[in-house]
C-alpha cells in the first residue's frame, strides 16, 4: 500500500535546526501518544516518528495493515488524517482541508470527529501542549465544515455517535466550556470550547432538538453562571490566559447579543438570577 | 487492572549491555535512528519498539535485569514481543516474570524453537513460595536462568 503524502515540502529533515524544534515537539507528542495508550499501541510510536520526523505516511498504513491481519480493531476511525493534520508542521485551514478531502474520497471523515470529542478526554491533556498543541481548533474547524449537522451528517455514515447533533453539540461544548471556566485543568484547547458557534447555529435550526433533558439546561446555566460569577470566585483559573480570554471572549458575546434569542434567553435568566444574588443551579 | 514486567535477560558481549541499557532509559534513548552509531542501528530500531523501562541495572557479571511498567493492554503478548525483541537486539537468553496487581500471574521462558512461552509446569503455589523465599524476583529469574544454561 501506498499513499503519498500530499504537503511533503512542508518537512525539512535535513535542516538540523528545523530537526531540533521537531525533537522537542516530539517529546510532548510522546507523552500524549503514552496517555493513548493502550488505544495506539506503544510499539506504533516508531511508525508515527516516520511521519512527524519525514512526513512518511506508509509505516503507518503498514501498521494498520498489521492490525488489521491479527484482527486487531483500528485504534479509532480517522486514524490516519487525524495524526496527518497532527504531525503537519505548517497547519492551516487550506493545508487540513486539504487532507480532509483526500481522506474523505477514501473513508467518511464524518467518524473522525470521534478521536476530538469521544475517544480522548480532555482531562488527559491539561499540559500547555493540550493533545494536539493548539491544533485542535483547527481540526475541529476541518472536521465540522457546516454548523448545521444535517449538512455534516451527509458527509459520512447516518451513525449518530459520531455525529453532532444538536443535543450532543450542547454537551459538548458546555462540558468544554465548565471545566474550563471552573478549574481550568483540562486540555487548553479542549475541542468542545470551539463548538460555541455550532451551539448557535444548532440553537436557531433546530431549537426543539437541542434541550433533550433538564440536565442540559442546567449544564447551560451552571456555565452561565460561571461566566457572570468570575471576577467573585477566588478559585476561577484567572492566572490561566487561554481560560481568561474565553471567559472574556464569551462575556463580550452575550453582552452584545451575539447568540439566538434562545441562548440569550437563557443568560438573561442566569443574569438575572446572579444579580439577585440566587445560587447557581446544580444537578 | 496494572501490570508489571521483570525481565533477566542474558547479554554476553558488555558493548551490547551498555547500548541495549542505553536504548531503553528515557533519559539515555535516542529519539531518531541516525543519532545511533551505524553498528548498533539495527538493534536500536529493535528497542524503539519498546517502551522505556522502570529500572534497569546490571545483575551478575553477563546479566540484565529490566522492570517496565505496563499499564492496560494484552499483557501477555506484550510479554511475550517484549521478551522477543530482547532476543533479537543481541540477547542470548531471557526469563520474564508479569505481575498483575502486585500479584505474580506468569513465569515465561525462551524455548528451544526461539519461541516465547509462559512456563506451566512450575506449580504456581510453590513459584510464588520459591519468590518470596527469594526475596527478590531477579534472583528467582536467575535460578531459571542457570538451571537452562547447565
Excluded at chain 1, 495508550?37 to 501498521?63: A, E, N
Excluded at chain 2, 542501528?41 to 524503539?48: C, E, H, K, P, Q
Amino acid at each position: 500500500m501506498h499513499q503519498a503524502n500530499i504537503h511533503l515540502n512542508q518537512w525539512q529533515p535535513d535542516n538540523p535546526q528545523w530537526m531540533k524544534q521537531r525533537t522537542e515537539e516530539w517529546a510532548h507528542i510522546k507523552a500524549n501518544l503514552n496517555k493513548m495508550h493502550p488505544r495506539i499501541p506503544r510499539r506504533s510510536q516508531r511508525f508515527h516518528k516516520q511521519l512527524f520526523f519525514y512526513g512518511i505516511v506508509d509505516p503507518i498504513l503498514s501498521d494498520l495493515d498489521a492490525m488489521m491481519r491479527e484482527n486487531i480493531a483500528p485504534p479509532f476511525p480517522g486514524y490516519l488524517p487525524f495524526f496527518k493534520m497532527w504531525y503537519l508542521p505548517q497547519p492551516s485551514a487550506a493545508a487540513f482541508k486539504e487532507i480532509f478531502e483526500v481522506e474523505e474520497r477514501l473513508n467518511p471523515l464524518s467518524l473522525s470527529r470521534s478521536a476530538l470529542f469521544y475517544v480522548f478526554d480532555d482531562m488527559l491533556f491539561s499540559s500547555d501542549y493540550g493533545m494536539c498543541g493548539g491544533r485542535e481548533e483547527l481540526m475541529v474547524k476541518t472536521f465540522i465544515p457546516n454548523f448545521d449537522h444535517q449538512q455534516c451528517l451527509v458527509q459520512g455514515r447516518q451513525k449518530y455517535y459520531f455525529n453532532l447533533v444538536p443535543d450532543s453539540v450542547l454537551k459538548l461544548c458546555v462540558y468544554a466550556t465548565l471545566q474550563l471556566l471552573d478549574d481550568g485543568n483540562i486540555n487548553p484547547f479542549a475541542p468542545g470550547q470551539y463548538l460555541w458557534d455550532n451551539l448557535n447555529d444548532s440553537s436557531e435550526r433546530h431549537p426543539d432538538l437541542i434541550f433533550k433533558k433538564n440536565r442540559d439546561e442546567v449544564s447551560l446555566r451552571m456555565c452561565l453562571r460561571l461566566i457572570l460569577d468570575w471576577d467573585d470566585r477566588d478559585d476561577a483559573p484567572k492566572h490561566l490566559a487561554h481560560c481568561a480570554k474565553l471567559r472574556a471572549t464569551l462575556l463580550a458575546r452575550f453582552e452584545a447579543g451575539d447568540f439566538s434569542p434562545i441562548l440569550m434567553k437563557y443568560w438573561q435568566q442566569e443574569k438575572l438570577d446572579y444579580q439577585e444574588g440566587k445560587p447557581s443551579l446544580t444537578y | 487492572m496494572e501490570a508489571e514486567l521483570d525481565v533477566l535477560c542474558v547479554v554476553e558481549d558488555c558493548n551490547k549491555k551498555n547500548k541495549i541499557t542505553e536504548f531503553l532509559n528515557e533519559a539515555t534513548r535516542p529519539v531518531l535512528d541516525i543519532e545511533v552509531p551505524a553498528p548498533y542501528r539495527d538493534m536500536f530500531n529493535v528497542l524503539d519498539s519498546l517502551d522505556s523501562v522502570e529500572h534497569s541495572e546490571p545483575h551478575g557479571e553477563n546479566m540484565l535485569a529490566l522492570s517496565w511498567f505496563l499499564g492496560g493492554g494484552d499483557w501477555y503478548t506484550d510479554t511475550q514481543r517484549t521478551v522477543k525483541d530482547l532476543i533479537k537486539a543481541g540477547a542470548t537468553d531471557a526469563v520474564a516474570a508479569l505481575w498483575l496487581d502486585g500479584q505474580l500471574e506468569a513465569i515465561f521462558a525462551v524455548m528451544a524453537d526461539g519461541e516465547v512461552e509462559m512456563v506451566d509446569d512450575i506449580d504456581q503455589q510453590q513459584l510464588t513460595k520459591m519468590v518470596f523465599e527469594q526475596e527478590d524476583i531477579f534472583g528467582f529469574l536467575n535460578t531459571l536462568v542457570s538451571a537452562k544454561q547447565i
